[in-house]
Nanobody
Framework: QLQLVESGGGLVQAGDSLRLSCAASGRTFSSYAMCWFRQAPGKEREFVTAIDWSGGDTYYAGSVKGRFTISRDNAKNTVYLQMNSLKPEDTAVYYC????????????????WGQGTQVTVSS
């Protein structure tokens, strides 16, 4: 079982960078794939990026590829999302999630979820 707590959100201007963190409890954090989803007002939650248990494989939605980077530190039970060149359309609540097994890009595949952190990008 995982308990997840996101942090690092805030209000930034277009073109700025932001790094989100997701701290996990649980002794077997390194066994889980981790991901980030986001949900903008009035829209469905959408996949952003995922990373496998070792950090060796990563996956990105086309809208963020080349701008966002997911990473993890299994010694610290933490997954990160580095967001560069932010755009107003990146404004959303960002959620981290975990699952035992491989990567999936749909919401219902992920077992444990954090509460989310708000990212607002002004133009």
């Amino acid at each position: 079982q995982l308990q997840l707590v996101e942090s690092g959100g805030g209000l930034v201007q277009a073109g700025d960078s932001l790094r989100l963190s997701c701290a996990a409890s649980g002794r077997t954090f390194s066994s889980y794939a981790m991901c980030w989803f986001r949900q903008a007002p009035g829209k469905e939650r959408e996949f952003v990026t995922a990373i496998d248990w070792s950090g060796g494989d990563t996956y990105y939605a086309g809208s963020v590829k080349g701008r966002f980077t997911i990473s993890r530190d299994n010694a610290k039970n933490t997954v990160y999302l580095q967001m560069n060149s932010l755009k107003p359309e990146d404004t959303a609540v960002y959620y981290c999630a975990g699952r035992y097994g491989g990567y999936r890009d749909y919401e219902r595949a992920w077992t444990w979820w954090g509460q989310g952190t708000q990212v607002t990008v002004s133009s």
